[in-house]
């Protein structure tokens, strides 16, 4: 029987999620394979991929397509791996260089740009390299491991500015040339904006490849992924040059791992808003199997059915990688 192609994002944040898949006892059931998260998406589109972690604008811009439920990338208030690095008070910003490799932190920092500080600056992408960012542009957007170091290296160097922002020398945060920085955390603003988490990736998957064991299967080894989060980070330590005591504390407080009722309504929202700023065409429902366990209800759905509810390479671990992105 052919194994389920499963592509999934090649970064720690990712790890909880896949760790029943790596290292437990679903090993060796789906054919894994590692990327960036734009190139799951393109797996999926192609149908190189039958199941992918997608950043979650990528849902509303590809078809046929259902969302595992109660399982995502998200943060509640704070992630510390999504920072806007800006020169100057971010109000004032005429250019944002963009990490190439992000989709939904690309769409968020528009959106805040737009709604949240009223500024319509220049976008660039490039290569994920702060300093060479802030050499052509006034803000850089930094995700990932190389934003968490850059967060964890600046924690008792930086204080809090008029917007709520970090701010801190450069060189504090190994920017020398950029004299002080200000360091907007994406989720923060997000939250600051909303009241609501933000929704950064989901599993996404073929309409007809979704049964209730695949999805008792990706819901296990999230499940188990979190009761092994001690591992996860003592293993992630010599990759990223980070205490695990620090990777367990981002992967315990600052990510969540569910797509509970609040992620839901956040995610609505990100699409809402991302339709008005001209970002999406449309926006869609979405569209959730019913769950195995307490059923994760889809946005406008008053409850859950049987089926389908709408809603109105080379394998290597993610631990193994250098950058967790959303």
């Known amino acids: 029987?052919?194994?389920?192609?499963?592509?999934?994002?090649?970064?720690?944040?990712?790890?909880?999620?896949?760790?029943?898949?790596?290292?437990?006892?679903?090993?060796?059931?789906?054919?894994?394979?590692?990327?960036?998260?734009?190139?799951?998406?393109?797996?999926?589109?192609?149908?190189?991929?039958?199941?992918?972690i997608i950043p979650a604008?990528?849902?509303?811009?590809?078809?046929?397509?259902?969302?595992l439920p109660d399982l995502a990338i998200a943060s509640k208030k704070q992630v510390r791996s999504l920072l806007l690095i800006s020169k100057a008070p971010i109000e004032d910003a005429r250019s944002v260089a963009l990490d190439s490799g992000s989709r939904s932190t690309q769409a968020l920092t528009k959106i805040l740009c737009d709604r949240h500080w009223r500024i319509a600056p220049k976008f660039l992408e490039t290569a994920p390299d702060a300093a060479a960012m802030l050499e052509r542009a006034d803000v850089a957007l930094l995700i990932g491991?190389?934003?968490?170091?850059?967060?964890?290296?600046?924690d008792s160097a930086a204080r809090r500015g008029a917007a709520g922002e970090l701010v801190c020398a450069g060189s504090s945060a190994g920017?020398?040339?950029?004299?002080?920085?200000?360091?907007?955390?994406?989720?923060?603003?997000?939250?600051?904006?909303?009241?609501?988490?933000?929704?950064?990736?989901?599993?996404?998957?073929?309409r007809d490849v979704v049964t209730p064991e695949v999805i008792d299967d990706f819901q296990t080894s999230r499940d188990l992924g979190l009761r092994h989060v001690r591992e996860i980070s003592e293993q992630a330590v010599r990759e990223l040059q980070l205490?695990?005591?620090?990777?367990?504390?981002?992967?315990?407080?600052?990510?969540?791992?569910?797509?509970?009722?609040?992620?839901?309504?956040?995610?609505?929202?990100?699409?809402?808003?991302?339709?008005?700023?001209?970002?999406?065409?449309?926006?869609?429902?979405?569209?959730?199997?019913?769950?195995?366990?307490?059923?994760?209800?889809?946005?406008?759905?008053?409850?859950?059915?049987?089926?389908?509810?709408?809603?109105?390479?080379?394998?290597?671990?993610?631990?193994?990688?250098?950058?967790?992105?959303?």
């Not at 604008?57 to 969302?67: K, S, T």
């Not at 491991?145 to 600046?154: E, F, V």
């Not at 990510?255 to 009722?261: A, K």
């Open 1 to 52: 029987m052919t194994k389920l192609r499963i592509s999934i994002v090649q970064y720690l944040n990712t790890a909880p999620l896949v760790w029943g898949f790596t290292d437990g006892p679903l090993c060796g059931k789906y054919d894994l394979s590692f990327t960036v998260p734009s190139l799951c998406a393109e797996a999926l589109r192609t149908g190189a991929a039958d199941i992918a």
């Open 57 to 67: 604008i990528e849902y509303q811009r590809m078809g046929n397509l259902v969302i």
């Open 145 to 154: 491991d190389p934003a968490l170091r850059l967060a964890m290296r600046i």
């Open 175 to 206: 920017i020398p040339h950029a004299g002080t920085v200000h360091v907007y955390d994406v989720v923060e603003e997000w939250h600051r904006m909303t009241g609501l988490p933000a929704v950064l990736a989901i599993w996404a998957a073929r």
């Open 243 to 326: 205490p695990a005591a620090h990777l367990a504390r981002y992967l315990s407080e600052n990510i969540d791992f569910s797509l509970d009722e609040e992620n839901l309504r956040g995610l609505k929202l990100f699409y809402e808003l991302a339709q008005q700023i001209g970002l999406l065409s449309g926006v869609k429902p979405l569209e959730l199997p019913a769950a195995i366990g307490p059923p994760a209800r889809g946005i406008g759905s008053t409850s859950s059915t049987s089926g389908i509810a709408a809603s109105d390479s080379t394998t290597r671990s993610p631990t193994q990688s250098s950058v967790s992105r959303a």
